[in-house]
């Protein structure tokens, strides 16, 4: 091998070792920083004050307006809300409350609304007299 030629790869590797230990020592000596996140979320704080109230036509909304105004329509799940606890959740805002029994009442009603809203047969044309 021509000396040269070895004399430029032993550079070449004094420059990869040396470049190594200033990256080792450069990232050895940069503080960690401190995780800005909270380990658990804080308590959001909502007055006690406020209540949560069912409202809406068909008292299918839970809201912290005792006067809410909705259009007047009904849905099979509206049912289920109606006998599903109206309180403020632990994300501070006003809702039903989540539970084995609403989510299957929940399930069925809008299964059931898929039967009642799927054609099940032809439309009958009647002929004028």
């Known amino acids: 091998m021509n000396p040269q030629l070895k004399l ?4 070449g590797a004094v420059e990869v070792i040396l470049l190594s230990f200033v990256a080792l020592w450069f ?3 940069v503080p ?5 996140l909270p380990s658990e979320a804080p308590p ?6 406020k209540e949560c109230y069912r409202a809406g036509c068909s008292g299918q909304l839970c809201t912290e307006k005792e ?4 259009t007047c329509e009904w849905s099979e799940s509206y049912a289920c ?4 606890e109206c309180r403020r959740q632990p994300s501070g805002e006003c809702g039903f409350t989540p539970s084995e029994e609403l989510n299957k009442c929940l399930q069925d009603a809008t299964t059931q609304q898929k039967t009642l809203t799927a054609p099940t047969k032809k439309p009958q044309v009647i002929e004028p007299w």
């Not at 960690?32 to 800005?36: M, V, Y």
């Not at 959001?44 to 004050?49: A, D, E, H, Y």
């Not at 006067?67 to 909705?70: G, I, K, P, R, T």
């Not at 809300?81 to 599903?84: E, F, L, M, R």
């Open 81 to 84: 809300n109606q006998k599903a």
């Open 32 to 36: 960690e920083k401190p995780s800005t």
């Open 44 to 49: 959001i704080s909502v007055p006690l004050t």
């Open 27 to 29: 990232f050895r000596s």
């Open 67 to 70: 006067d809410f105004v909705s």
């Open 8 to 11: 430029i790869y032993l550079f």
